[in-house]
């Protein structure tokens, strides 16, 4: 596994601080700087950013680690961690979609239930895809995509209805509900602010567990004695951060056959990790 880090860093502080051929311009203002992790410069861009933050500003505005895999480590993998892409800028509740937040943990806001069923304006859903997922972590799938894993037997997912705002049910559209028994995240895995700053303050951490911390920062570790032997899994705790229609999500986990599936049928907008039993 190769691991890389893009940052996104204002060009007036890039241009001071850093060599003027290291990344590209994003229009005049912003400069995109991609590295592997094992090079020096992401430490100094880490150490940049905590002097400035000392000062109320930040160095980098934006930053992501992409995990790139060999087919024989995607092959070899007891289970996969899926990530849909891109995450829509909208979700549910905007369209009436409703949740129990008085359910939720008091104290990270974790685990409100669904209530109704997801009404969405399905129109903001290109027609070419399978898969997508809200700003809420709120799963769509296709009724193609429903009739493949009926047909293939996959275990652990149900599929509910989903209406469009105005309240009419959708047959192309489902939402996907996991029904398999979640599995706990454990360590080594790392969650935090960013590879900088792994939020020792505990802003962005429920002390009851439910809520790891705001972002992921590495691959994921799951119980393997939790894992039921079902096709697709969410993982107990959640990761992220309540607040508005931002709701901490749980990580969904899938199995090599499934992943094959999705790739023999050439099913897109997503991206798979290693996650790793232990």
């Known amino acids: 596994m190769r691991e890389t880090i893009e940052f996104r860093i204002p060009e007036e502080e890039a241009a001071t601080h850093l060599e003027p051929t290291l990344g590209i311009r994003l229009g005049d ?155 706990d995240i454990v360590p080594p895995t790392l969650v935090g602010d960013t590879p900088f700053d792994l939020d020792e303050r505990g802003r962005f951490r429920c002390p009851q567990g439910h809520l790891l911390g705001l972002n992921r920062l590495s691959e994921l570790w799951v119980a393997r004695a939790g894992h039921d032997g079902s096709d697709i899994v969410q993982t107990r705790q959640h990761i992220g951060v309540r607040r508005g229609v931002l709701r901490p999500e749980q990580q969904l986990l899938i199995s090599p056959r499934l992943y094959q599936l999705l790739r023999e049928q050439r099913i897109r907008r997503f991206e798979v990790e290693v996650a790793h039993p232990a």
């Open 29 to 183: 203002s912003v400069r995109k700087v991609v590295l592997p992790m094992t090079d020096g410069r992401v430490q100094l861009i880490g150490e940049l950013d905590r002097e400035f933050r000392k000062r109320g500003r930040v160095f980098f505005t934006h930053c992501h680690i992409f995990r790139h895999y060999t087919q024989k480590e995607l092959a070899s993998a007891e289970l996969l961690h899926l990530l849909i892409t891109p995450v829509m800028t909208t979700c549910g509740e905007l369209f009436g979609t409703e949740y129990d937040d008085a359910s939720a943990c008091p104290r990270c806001g974790a685990g409100a239930p669904q209530m109704t069923e997801l009404r969405f304006d399905l129109r903001r859903i290109s027609k070419n895809k399978e898969l997508a997922q809200t700003l809420a972590g709120e799963v769509l799938v296709s009724s193609r995509l429903v009739e493949l894993f009926r047909e293939h037997g996959i275990t652990g997912a149900a599929f509910l209805p989903v209406r469009h705002k105005t309240g009419k049910v959708q047959p192309h559209w489902y939402q996907l509900s996991v029904t398999s028994k979640p599995v």
